[in-house]
T-cell receptor
Framework: SQQGEEDPQALSIQEGENATMNCSYK?????LQWYRQNSGRGLVHLIL?????REKHSGRLRVTLDTSKKSSSLLITASRAADTASYFC??????????FGAGTILRVKS | AAGVIQSPRHLIKEKRETATLKCYPI?????VYWYQQGPGQDPQFLIS???????DKGSIPDRFSAQQFSDYHSELNMSSLELGDSALYFC??????????????FGEGSWLTVV
């Protein structure tokens, strides 16, 4: 990966449980975004958190950002089978490009 | 709501052939990005355009070129195709540069298979 690691690489949970995915990056950033990708499909934007923000919520999603540790976490509460997908974090420092992490494969079993 | 439209969705080409992928950004979006995602890989940035000018360049091979037209749609041209070019190619768009905190929206991607 160009940017860093996502942890865990794969996660399998039961429906109704919470899922936490972590992302680390290497350089200072302006923003960090989380995306979801169903197998072989497009990247769906979930949430954007700016470097001066520490936490953000959107529905069942909670994202935290710790710029001192260069890390972010995505929490999905009360998971559903439809949440099964790959989740990527992506950062930008300058310029127009997003740099993606390696992704976490989440499987929610019903 | 309108999304990023990519065409074709699937493409099969032989080695050494040429392929062209098209991208129509979300209306009023002025910034377009191209990414390449190999099997089991994270998306890799290729190139971006802002207001029809190239704004950033990533790991795009010299065999590839791209441009953004006056109507803001973009095309990625790939020549002398190699087996390793087989991948899912994403186009994305945003209103203004992504580094300004603008959400970047992705299309469904174009599957290129080189045989």
């Amino acid at each position: 990966s160009q940017q860093g690691e996502e942890d865990p690489q794969a996660l399998s949970i039961q429906e109704g449980e919470n899922a936490t995915m972590n992302c680390s990056y290497k350089t200072s950033i302006n923003n960090l975004q989380w995306y979801r990708q169903n197998s072989g499909r497009g990247l769906v934007h979930l949430i954007l958190i700016r470097s001066n923000e520490r936490e953000k919520h959107s529905g069942r999603l909670r994202v935290t950002l710790d710029t001192s540790k260069k890390s972010s976490s995505l929490l999905i509460t009360a998971s559903r089978a439809a949440d099964t997908a790959s989740y990527f974090c992506a950062t930008d420092k300058y310029g127009n490009k997003l740099v993606f992490g390696a992704g976490t494969i989440l499987r929610v079993k019903s | 709501a309108a999304g990023v439209i990519q065409s074709p969705r699937h493409l099969i080409k032989e080695k050494r052939e040429t392929a062209t992928l098209k991208c129509y950004p979300i209306p009023r979006h002025d910034t377009v990005y191209w990414y390449q995602q190999g099997p089991g890989q994270d998306p890799q940035f290729l190139i971006s355009f802002y207001e029809k000018m190239q704004s950033d360049k990533g790991s795009i091979p010299d065999r590839f070129s791209a441009q953004q037209f006056s109507d803001y749609h973009s095309e990625l041209n790939m020549s002398s195709l190699e087996l390793g070019d087989s991948a899912l190619y994403f186009c994305a768009s945003s209103l203004g540069p992504g580094s300004s905190g603008n959400t970047i929206y992705f299309g469904e991607g174009s599957w290129l298979t080189v045989v």
